[in-house]
């Protein structure tokens, strides 16, 4: 269902939706709702008073400084240009709130209510008379208007996202109505319910300098928002800082109580990980998200962890988890040919850097919907397999052969795995004859083309040196085959235009997957995203097949439908090779000092802690007096 950009993946509420017919929690007139959801009935009725997972009486106060790593040069997130600062997603506000609770189940934010007819040919919205910009301006269906026109026109992802919709106007005082282009698509209302709100009287006016602003482009100029924080001070490259607004209109709303409780909330960038790691241990960081398997399990043997100082905190989730690869670029002809990405896969030896690397704390992904319902698994059967066979019968047999290999149906798809040296020199021969297969010889200790004489090379771009440490032993086994292999760190800013601009071999993908997938999936692995600067179809794919599976999972009638189009979709997208998988924990990691407190059942889609956690000062005091 939703995808997260550039300026909202490490705030990410986690927790979407999965597709059954919408059902709205209904307010006094029976056509409104004040909560949707695509999976039953919400949970919270109309007049509910707060989330289960929160705490009502959290105080408010205090800061809380976290890493970022890298750098950024713009405080617009919209625009695919640049590089947005980290939370900037604080200071915005949509239509609706996603719980952290319930899938596939959002509540009413901006707006109060919201009514669709049975043909989900619409919504309306009915905007709160209370919500306001932070410069006390009201929020207006001129600027919902405004938001979208302006989002589809500058961000191809989003234009991709929002490409049913076809019209937003004003449609009472109040209230606005988004018009489709096609009806049966449950997930519209929803989806659209996520629109992210701009101030139209701010971006249509001048800066200070009377320079007339631009949504397209990067700026460094703090914009108008509505949410619980605004920005207070910019270092550019170095630091951001945002502050609670104290007035902030929508304080009191049932979704927003026991929310937003840190006064202050510092981004502070460092270029390498390993820094900002040892920022953290020396208390110059309050939280740390740890992503490295060898820093949880040999990094915190330091005294603030023993005298109990640093509390290390592993939380399991009831979230999928995403496609995390090595992306190859099909742009580039040396990957036009699967039997060749299949390669990459049997040279890549998971087993050996689970053991040796990450100390067997992951698992290998083996779905591009790992961990949940969604999965492809065994052989292809029922409603499935029919829309398998629909969609096979609808191409050439030039198309069949090129984009529906026949192990879609006959074979459950596995990743080579090595449970010995024997297997690993195993797939190494078996990656050698494919390579040979398609006309790709060693000569001179090189992988060469038989009929241009070019050799085969690839280099990895990455933007984390955590990374050179796991390619390394990669491309030692692709060296075995023949293959040149090379490794280009580069800052986050040119990582950013590199790819947004597909100039890359091979990346370090991730493909995040809600519960209900849908418009998004046009926007990952649609043709006609392939070449658009920006999208999210990093691998370049341009396949019938997979374009019509991907409206199969738009327009599916039910959920069994849809996981039946979903796990055809993954299957097709497995056997094509389009990358190599890396792994998943089924955890997320955290440590933190001992300054914060916590509600007593989290969130079961998120760890929450810049929605639901609370700077607690008695803690804190006790922790600088015992220091």
Do not use: C
Not at 399 to 427: D, G, I
């Amino acid at each position: 269902m939703r995808w997260f950009p550039k300026f909202l993946t490490s705030l990410a509420i986690i927790g979407i939706a999965t597709i059954a017919p919408l059902h709205g929690a209904q307010s006094e007139n029976a056509s409104r709702h004040h909560a949707l959801s695509l999976i039953g009935t919400p949970k919270y009725a109309a007049d509910f008073k707060h989330f289960d997972y929160v705490n009502p009486n959290a105080p408010k106060g205090g800061r809380v400084r976290i890493a970022a790593v890298g750098s950024y040069d713009s405080l617009n997130p919209i625009s695919f240009k640049g590089v947005a600062a980290l939370g900037i997603g604080l200071i915005y506000e949509t239509l609706m709130y996603d719980s952290l609770q319930e899938s596939s189940t959002s509540y009413g934010l901006i707006a109060e209510w919201a009514e669709y007819p049975a043909d989900y040919s619409s919504v309306t919205f009915k905007l709160r008379k209370e919500a306001r910009w932070h410069d006390g301006k009201p929020i207006t269906p001129e600027d919902v208007i405004f938001s979208l026109e302006m989002i589809k026109k500058v961000n191809p992802r989003w234009a991709f996202y929002y490409k049913n919709i076809t019209k937003a106007e004003k449609s009472g005082e109040h209230a606005v109505t988004f018009t489709f282009d096609t009806k049966g698509n449950r997930e519209l209302p929803m989806i659209t319910g996520q629109l992210t709100v701009l101030p139209k009287h701010y971006w249509t006016g001048t800066d200070k300098n009377g320079k007339q602003r631009d949504l397209s482009k990067t700026t460094l100029e703090a914009p108008l928002a509505s949410g619980p924080y605004r920005i207070k001070k910019v270092d550019s490259g170095r630091s951001i800082t945002y502050e609670r607004v104290p007035d902030y209109w929508g304080k009191d709303l049932p979704v927003n109580i026991g929310h937003y409780n840190f006064d202050e909330i510092r981004f502070e960038y460092f270029r390498d990980t390993t820094v900002a790691f040892e920022a953290f241990k020396a208390d110059r960081l309050d939280y740390h998200r740890e992503t490295s398997s060898k820093n949880w399990a040999t990094g915190y043997n330091v005294k603030s962890v023993k005298e109990g100082w640093i509390k290390r905190q592993k939380i399991t989730l009831k979230t999928g988890q995403p496609m995390q690869s090595f992306a190859l670029n099909l742009r580039r002809s040396k990957f036009t040919d699967p039997r060749i990405r299949r390669a990459f896969n049997l040279a890549f030896d998971f087993e050996w850097a689970n053991k040796n690397l990450f100390f067997g704390q992951y698992r290998r992904v083996s779905s591009y919907f790992e961990n949940s319902e969604l999965a492809a698994r065994d052989l292809p059967k029922g409603r499935e397999l029919a829309i398998l066979n629909e969609v096979k019968a609808s191409l050439s047999p030039d198309q069949v052969n090129q984009f529906m290999p026949e192990e879609v149906f006959t074979k459950p798809y596995e990743n080579p795995t090595n449970k010995s040296l024997q297997h690993t020199r195993r797939h190494l021969r078996e990656a050698a004859q494919l390579l040979k297969q398609t006309g790709w010889k060693i000569k001179d200790r090189k992988l060469t083309n038989t009929r241009t004489g070019k050799v085969m090379s690839v280099e990895f771009l990455l933007v984390s040196p955590l990374f050179e440490r796991i390619v390394q032993p990669y491309i030692r086994n692709l060296e075995k085959l023949g293959i040149k292999g090379s490794i280009r760190i580069v800052d986050s800013a040119q990582y950013s235009r590199r790819l947004d601009g597909f100039d890359f071999d091979i990346i370090v993908a991730n493909f995040p997957q809600s519960q209900s997938p849908g418009n998004e999936q046009r926007d990952f692995w649609g043709s006609a995203a392939a070449e658009k600067n920006g999208s999210r179809n990093l691998i370049g794919i341009k396949s019938p097949a997979i374009d019509k599976l991907i409206d199969k999972i738009i327009f599916a009638k039910d959920r069994a439908e849809l996981v039946a189009a979903t796990r055809a979709l993954d299957r097709v997208l497995l056997w094509n090779h389009y990358v190599v998988p890396q792994w998943f924990a089924p955890y997320e990691r955290i440590a933190y000092w001992i300054r914060f407190g916590q509600p007593k059942t989290l969130p079961s889609l998120s760890v929450g802690f810049f929605q639901v956690w609370w700077y607690d000062k008695e803690a804190a005091d006790k922790l600088t007096a015992i220091r």
